[in-house]
């Protein structure tokens, strides 16, 4: 395992920032009440975390669903960092974990993800 990849948490918030920016219009339309953060380090008892969905997906808001906190997607700095080796490994692998977690607030489940590419 070489040196870990050195990368300001500002340089790593614009390539989220990209990666959103990716994501087709059709879809961020229909996003609804996210918000989207940047942390250095995942919860001590999951180290390998790269992102993290939570929140109420959007398949399972009914009536009911009025005046909460908007749906949280982290990002983690850390994990990402300790598996890519280039600027451009970290590019595809952001880009990878933004889609996964939004998928979740759309209320995609992982295995329907494996099935649609997105390891």
Known sequence: MGPVLEMTREEFEELVAEALDRIP???????DNVAVFVEDEPPADDPELLGLY????LT???????????DRITIYRGPTLRMCETREDVVVETEITVVHEIAHHFGIDDARLHALGYG
């Open 25 to 31: 219009p059709e879809l961020t339309r229909l996003m």
């Open 60 to 70: 399972d808001r009914g009536e009911w669903y009025a005046g909460v906190l908007p």
């Open 54 to 57: 939570e929140g109420t997906p």
